[in-house]
T-cell receptor, first 110, second 114 residues
Framework: QKEVEQNSGPLSVPEGAIASLNCTYS??????FFWYRQYSGKSPELIMS????GDKEDGRFTAQLNKASQYVSLLIRDSQPSDSATYLC??????????FGAGTRLAVHP | SAVISQKPSRDICQRGTSLTIQCQVD?????MFWYRQQPGQSLTLIAT?????????ESGFVIDKFPISRPNLTFSTLTVSNMSPEDSSIYLC???????????FGPGTRLTVT
């Protein structure tokens, strides 16, 4: 089992809809999670971090963490074509290291 | 977050040669990281570079192939040695953020080995 798993997609949603991106992890001791957005040809950009169970909202983005189910998700409300990118989930491993999932490609169509 | 630059942004190299990639950050950071992202793949950590100590390499990566320098708190280099086409990839440096485990990435170096 991979340490951080994501559905590679592509996830296709219409403009204005809610995009739901999911990530599962194997290390029950993980305390924090990070969502990065990566546009084609660009480097990853940190968009959300979550450290405790429940929801964390930032603008159109909501991160949800369920430690009992070892599940973390990212919801994008009112999806825009500019949200089309690959979204990477990351979890700590060892001292200050991050391990990344394979990423989910999101396509928002007008 | 810190402003991170990398040089070169891209290069095409012949097999058997070496390329040194530079990473510069505009503020002092303790930890810097080097990643590889092969085409269509996610990020793989190559090594962690702390100032004043030897880099710590991940499984599958060795110092002879990927020597790293960290001369001060704002700069690091990664050398890809004796390159083969399999080394064609994007190489990214990242730095630690203000919160635990946060990392911010440089723009990357796209390397093609022919």
């Amino acid at each position: 089992q991979k340490e951080v798993e994501q559905n590679s997609g592509p996830l296709s949603v219409p403009e204005g809809a809610i995009a739901s991106l999911n990530c599962t992890y194997s290390d029950r001791g993980s305390q924090s999670f990070f969502w990065y957005r990566q546009y084609s040809g660009k480097s990853p950009e940190l968009i959300m971090s979550i450290y405790s169970n429940g929801d964390k909202e930032d603008g159109r983005f909501t991160a949800q963490l369920n430690k009992a189910s070892q599940y973390v998700s990212l919801l994008i409300r009112d999806s825009q074509p500019s949200d089309s990118a690959t979204y990477l989930c990351a979890s700590p491993r060892g001292y200050n290291k991050l391990i990344f999932g394979a990423g989910t490609r999101l396509a928002v169509h007008p | 977050s810190a402003v991170i630059s990398q040089k070169p942004s891209r290069d095409i190299c012949q097999r058997g040669t070496s390329l040194t990639i530079q990473c510069q950050v505009d503020s002092q950071v303790t930890m810097m990281f080097w990643y590889r992202q092969q085409p269509g793949q996610s990020l793989t950590l190559i090594a962690t570079a702390n100032q004043g100590s030897e880099a710590t390499y991940e499984s599958g990566f060795v110092i002879d192939k990927f020597p790293i320098s960290r001369p001060n708190l704002t700069f690091s280099t990664l050398t890809v040695s004796n390159m083969s086409p399999e080394d064609s990839s994007i190489y990214l440096c990242s730095v630690e953020g203000s919160s635990s485990y946060e990392q911010y990435f440089g723009p990357g170096t796209r390397l093609t080995v022919t």
